[in-house]
Antibody, heavy 115, light 113 residues
Framework: QVQLQQWGAGLLKPSETLSLTCAVY????????WNWIRQSPGQGLEWIGE???????NYKPSLKSRISISEDTSKNQFSLKLTSVTAADTAVYYC?????????WGQGTMVTVSS | DIVMTQSPDSLAVSLGERATINCKSS????????????LAWYQQQLGQPPKLLIS???TRESGVPDRFSGSGSGTDFTLTVSSLQAEDVAIYYC?????????FGQGTKLEIK
């Protein structure tokens, strides 16, 4: 059974770079789409980007200038970087595997942007 | 972007009664070449990541109780809980995976009356 475990800094100052990593356990890294989704406090879910089995990426257009998703297939990991963060980027960030919908989720990382 | 709109925003149902949540997409999420609707339903309980309940609009995930069912096609979809149990209290989201950016509905909060 595939499991995702994620980690990264939880407190950032405005203009810093958010950096999160998600490790894949118990399954193949290849052949699937690996996603990042966030949820602002008390709000709904927002897809922010994905990397697929060929290393190609898709990003939410409004974040495209600030976001980068990469993979390290040797470690079965993928990562999110979001530059120039503001308070609006405060959210719980989830990594997720997409097969039929987002069927496996990481535990979530609360990221707070505050001066 | 495809806009997903759920109704109602919140719903209170008595234990054992039926709960129905609707989801409408701003454009069709039915892919004609395979006749599949790229529509999923999730349940999110407090403090937890969302859990996939239903994919392809009506395919229940393994381990999901059969009181949960999904229906609809094209732009109009429904999630039904046939007999509400206490553990079903949660927020429910629909989501389209027809095209990026993948988008979610705003959520429906399901409570016990």
């Amino acid at each position: 059974q595939v499991q995702l475990q994620q980690w990264g800094a939880g407190l950032l100052k405005p203009s810093e770079t958010l950096s999160l990593t998600c490790a894949v356990y118990g399954g193949s890294f290849s052949g699937y789409h690996w996603n990042w989704i966030r949820q602002s406090p008390g709000q709904g879910l927002e897809w922010i980007g994905e990397i697929n089995h060929s290393g190609s990426t898709n990003y939410k257009p409004s974040l495209k200038s600030r976001i980068s998703i990469s993979e390290d297939t040797s470690k079965n990991q993928f990562s999110l970087k979001l530059t120039s963060v503001t308070a609006a980027d405060t959210a719980v960030y989830y990594c997720a595997l997409a097969r039929d919908g987002f069927d496996i989720w990481g535990q979530g990382t609360m990221v707070t942007v505050s001066s | 972007d495809i806009v997903m709109t759920q109704s109602p925003d919140s719903l209170a149902v008595s234990l054992g009664e039926r709960a129905t949540i609707n989801c409408k997409s701003s454009q069709s999420v039915l892919y004609s070449s395979n006749n599949k609707n790229y529509l999923a339903w999730y349940q999110q309980q407090l403090g937890q990541p969302p859990k996939l309940l239903i994919s392809w609009a009506s395919t229940r995930e393994s381990g999901v109780p059969d009181r949960f069912s999904g229906s609809g096609s094209g732009t109009d979809f429904t999630l039904t809980v046939s007999s509400l149990q206490a553990e079903d209290v949660a927020i429910y989201y629909c989501q389209q995976y027809y095209t990026t950016p993948y988008t979610f509905g705003q959520g429906t909060k399901l409570e016990i009356k």
